[in-house]
């Protein structure tokens, strides 16, 4: 990853600079004293995070940003500043993160995780699973839109179940929590598979279900995912983890409380 830093005084941007070299995720790490030598290098090169002083002379950070953000929308922003007024002005930019001078590497290592953390995905992914926070299909970046929030449930399900097929009996304990496998409640489960077959198919990604012997799974080879990362100790997915999973549904609470454990184990490793 690629990290741009500028600020007009050199000790500050050589403070940056040797903060930025002790984060191990980036790969190259460019430093200018001016906002115009920075827009002169980004005109032939992507950052993925840009670290800014707001108060500048010539152009101030907060132009800057705007510049940066206008040619690469996905670049992270993450101001320094002396002056806690900017702030306001600095998150109608969508910056990624704000932090008062003097800095500290856990401060800024805190914010780069947390800007990096929100561009962890999906940009090459054709098809994106994200289940940190609350769950979303996306298809080349745009969500998929389930006619029926129970489809979008069942879907769900199958993706927290990474693979394993489920009975008919498994999938209508989870969208009807409580309530007894009846002939009604069968029919209800016979619409909603056939509304997420349809709105798979809608986007011709039909394929990452597969339905045998009456019972379902997700191939979880066919897609992406942000739990099957992490699970995998993929970095960017661990940093994107806040301590949310699928929010919306109660029968994912045993994952989260897994994912919670993990997460604690690595950073005691970490230590």
């Known amino acids: ?54 108060n500048m002379p010539d152009m101030n950070g907060l132009v800057l940003a705007a510049k940066i953000k206008e040619k690469y929308p996905d670049t992270a922003i993450i101001f320094l500043t002396s002056y806690a007024q900017y702030a306001v002005e600095a998150f109608q930019i969508h910056v990624s993160g704000y932090l008062l ?10 914010e780069v995780n947390f800007a990096l953390s929100e561009h962890f995905s999906c940009e090459t992914a054709h098809i994106f699973v994200r289940t940190f926070g609350n769950f979303d299909l996306l298809i080349d970046g745009n969500i998929v839109n389930f006619s029926r929030s129970k489809s979008k449930e069942l879907l769900a399900y199958l993706v927290d179940r990474q693979g394993s097929f489920i009975s008919r009996t498994q999938a209508a304990s989870a969208l009807w929590e409580g309530q007894q496998y009846d002939r009604p409640i069968q029919k209800q489960l016979d619409v909603i598979i056939r509304s997420m077959r349809s709105t798979l198919k809608e986007y011709d990604v039909d394929e990452i279900v597969e339905i045998k012997n009456a019972k379902l799974r997700i191939i979880p080879e066919l897609l992406d995912c942000d739990m099957y990362r992490f699970l995998d100790g993929d970095i960017d997915a661990v940093n994107a983890y806040h301590g949310e999973y699928m929010n919306e549904y109660s029968w994912a609470s045993p994952r989260e409380a897994y994912i919670d454990r993990e997460n604690r184990n690595r950073t005691r490793l970490q230590q």
């Open 1 to 54: 990853m690629k990290v741009v830093c500028v600020d007009d005084e050199k000790h500050i941007l050589q403070h940056t600079i040797s903060l930025c070299e002790k984060l191990s995720r980036f790969t190259e790490i460019k430093g200018f004293l001016r906002s115009e030598e920075a827009l002169a290098w980004l005109k032939n090169h992507k950052a993925d995070l840009a670290i800014l002083d707001i």
């Open 101 to 110: 001078k003097p800095v500290t590497l856990e401060q800024l290592s805190k």
